[in-house]
């Protein structure tokens, strides 16, 4: 089974919000990924978990805060949001990091700041 | 300037046709990775390659790696409309541990 669930499919969100996306895995793997996709565009890395502990942080603004609770869930907490950060969210999990490890990617939450 | 290069932007084939997409790097590969995205929805892992020279097929989908050229080539033989969607090629580099830095990605339609 190499499925990572993601959820809401769809938000839409106002500038003052404060929402959370949510990603789940149960393939074992220790390491999560967090990538935003604009459109026509490929995606981009936000932040990489590994080993519940974060990693990898892309110069992402603070408006965004991801939290990796337990080595299956990883969440994505969006407070003051632009219209700008409209996309296409994308989770992804691997075995472990590194190089070589093959990303198994979630359907993603498509986002809508207004 | 983008560091992965894929060609071309776009393709359209009759179903039944074989087509050829490329990912060009500006840089040392470490691992090359094909995924497959239609619009809107999340990337499917087809592939990953992994040393110069190195061929991997599954169903009617081969993937090559060039070392010398940095280059990795994605093959589909006897196109179907399943094919279709956004073919996206992914690099990991040395030093830079797991962060997956994605090509410009090809559009590919099959006609009927």
């Known amino acids: 089974d190499t499925e990572v669930t993601q959820t809401p499919k769809h938000l839409v969100m106002g500038m003052t919000n404060k929402k959370s996306l949510k990603c789940e895995q149960h393939?074992?793997?220790?390491?999560m990924y967090w990538y935003k996709q604009k459109a026509k565009k490929p995606p981009e890395l936000m932040f990489v978990?590994?080993?519940?502990?974060?990693?990898i942080n892309e110069s992402v603004p603070s408006r965004f805060s991801p939290e990796c609770p337990n080595s299956s869930l990883l969440n994505l907490h969006l407070h003051a949001l632009q219209p700008e950060d409209s996309a296409l969210y994308l989770c992804?999990?691997?075995?472990?990091?590194?190089?070589?490890?093959?990303?198994?990617f979630g359907p993603g939450t498509r986002l809508t700041v207004t | 300037s983008q560091e992965l290069e894929q060609s071309p932007q776009s393709l359209i084939v009759q179903e039944g046709k074989n087509l050829t997409i490329n990912c060009t790097s500006s840089k040392t590969l470490y691992g090359l990775y094909w995924y497959k995205q239609k619009y809107g929805e999340g990337l499917i892992f087809l592939m990953m390659?992994?040393?110069?020279?190195e061929e991997k097929s599954h169903e009617k989908i081969t993937a090559k790696l060039d070392e010398k050229k940095q280059q990795s080539s994605l093959h589909i033989t006897a196109s179907q409309p399943s094919h279709a969607g956004i073919y996206l090629c992914g690099a990991t580099y040395t030093g830079t541990a797991s962060k997956l830095t994605f090509g410009t990605g090809t559009r590919l339609q099959v006609t009927l």
């Open positions: 390659l992994q040393k110069g020279g």
């Open positions: 393939m074992g793997h220790r390491a």
């Open positions: 978990y590994s080993y519940e502990k974060l990693s």
């Open positions: 992804a999990s691997s075995q472990l990091a590194g190089e070589w490890n093959e990303q198994y």
